[in-house]
């Protein structure tokens, strides 16, 4: 079956870092995603990975292990309007997308 | 990195009117480009699927005459959504293709159409 694991909720401080973690398993693998989602928004696009390795995009960077079939989120330098869910999506052959149910990301001063 | 330019990212319209969003790749010969949907809180969809110069191949239950894509060249790909209504307000998103089956995927960031 397809299926996508990413912790349901975590908490950092401000100013700190943060790995999301995400494990995947969909049939064929064209890509994996990260989005990031406030309350009552649509979702916002934060990176896409299809090689192994890392990606840094400012403050956040992401990572693909292919033959784990592992990624994750790293946040630095946490900011309050970090706060968020995190969506991992992994883009399967057909090219639909299998989700994550989201990590909710709590920062505290 | 190649880079796929999708436009706009937000746009507001009144119910019965028509609304195109773009998608272009900047700087790779795009022979696939997808179309996705998404509504709130749910994932997004694949709504179609168009190859350059031919006509799209749409996923069942998406209504050919309602979203209209045009892949007229190898850069730029059209999604029109006709006589919009409130119910078609969604996140659209397009990815692109270079280089055949094996060539790497890559998103637009998106757009958000509400219709009132």
């Known amino acids: 079956g397809q299926n996508i694991d990413q912790p349901t909720e975590m908490t950092a401080t401000e100013g700190a870092i943060v790995q999301i973690n995400c494990t995947y398993q969909?049939?064929?693998?064209?890509?994996l995603f990260w989005y990031q989602q406030h309350a009552g928004e649509a979702p916002t696009f934060l990176s896409y990975?299809?090689l192994d390795g890392l990606e840094e995009k400012g403050r956040f960077s992401s990572f693909l292990s292919r033959s784990k079939g592992y990624s994750y989120l790293l946040l630095k330098e946490l900011q309050m309007k970090d706060s968020a869910s995190y969506l991992c999506?992994?883009?399967?052959?057909?090219?639909?997308?299998?989700w994550g149910a989201g990590t909710k990301l709590i920062i505290k001063p | 990195g190649a880079v796929v330019s999708q436009h706009p990212s937000r746009v507001i319209c009144k119910s019965g009117t028509s609304v195109k969003i773009e998608c272009r790749s900047l700087?790779?010969?795009?022979?696939?480009m997808f179309w996705y949907r998404q509504f709130p809180k749910q994932s997004l969809m694949l709504m179609a699927t168009?190859?350059?110069?031919?006509?799209?191949?749409?996923e069942q239950g998406v209504e050919k005459d309602k979203f209209l894509i045009n892949h007229a060249s190898l850069t730029l790909s059209t999604l029109t959504v006709t006589s919009a209504h409130p119910e078609d307000s969604s996140f659209y998103i397009c990815?692109?293709?270079?280089?055949?089956?094996?060539?790497?995927?890559?998103f637009g960031e998106g757009s958000r159409l509400t219709v009132l």
């Open positions: 969909t049939s064929g693998f064209n890509g």
């Open positions: 168009s190859n350059e110069g031919s006509k799209a191949t749409y």
């Open positions: 990975n299809v």
């Open positions: 999506a992994s883009l399967d052959s057909n090219y639909q997308l299998i």
């Open positions: 700087d790779f010969q795009a022979t696939t």
């Open positions: 990815s692109a293709r270079g280089g055949g089956d094996a060539g790497e995927l890559f």
